[in-house]
């Protein structure tokens, strides 16, 4: 499940197809992308990855691996690739945390803090793009999962807690997110509390 930032990726200096030929290559590690990338790739953009820094290469397990089986994205190639997922936080992403926060705070046991208010915010606006949710539906799922939901004291960590994924991020992670787990075991549930709450 991607989400790219089209004007985010544009301002960097990137095309659309550079991003996909991006994910392409960190999925190569893990499944056999090679196929793809000979087919959509072209020597200069990777010619452009390659004096940029964003691609290493990796030893050839056997001799008739071809070239594009060892290629990987580097350190600064994947920091560049989540950067392409950073959403536009808009006046009702905003107006969204707020209310999250409040709701979060408001219950009786006193102990609950925010954890890192910006990173918060922006997971908050990630999680939301990715699913694809407006921002009532992202609302009433939160109010939902929160009256359920009764495992941590820190609001950041119900989408990702850097803590134990101190090398992860959330969008590497973002199947893991107690939220994102919440959506998928109790989607029939979620869906019905969405079409009595939110009005057309």
Request: glycine residues 4%; contains cysteine.
């Amino acid at each position: 499940m991607w989400y790219f930032n089209d004007d985010f990726i544009h301002e960097k200096g990137y095309t659309i197809i550079e991003a996909i030929i991006l994910q392409l290559l960190h999925q190569n590690r893990s499944s056999n992308k090679e196929n793809s990338l000979a087919m959509y790739s072209s020597d200069e953009m990777l010619e452009k990855f390659d004096e940029q820094g964003l691609i290493r290469r990796v030893k050839k397990k056997r001799k008739n691996e071809s070239d594009f089986s060892v290629l990987r994205l580097s350190k600064k190639g994947s920091e560049l690739l989540d950067s392409f997922g950073t959403p536009e936080i808009s006046v009702g992403d905003e107006e969204m945390f707020t209310f999250l926060c409040d709701m979060y705070l408001s219950n009786e046991d006193g102990e609950r803090s925010i954890g890192n208010k910006k990173k918060t915010k922006m997971y908050c606006a990630i999680f939301r793009q990715k699913m694809s949710l407006s921002l009532h539906e992202m609302y009433w799922l939160c109010r939902f999962f929160l009256q359920e939901y009764k495992f941590t004291k820190v609001l950041q960590y119900l989408f990702f807690n850097d803590n134990k994924n101190r090398y992860g991020t959330f969008e590497g992670n973002f199947e893991d997110s107690p939220l994102y787990r919440f959506l998928d075991e109790r989607r029939e549930e979620v869906e019905k509390l969405w079409q009595q709450k939110i009005k057309e």
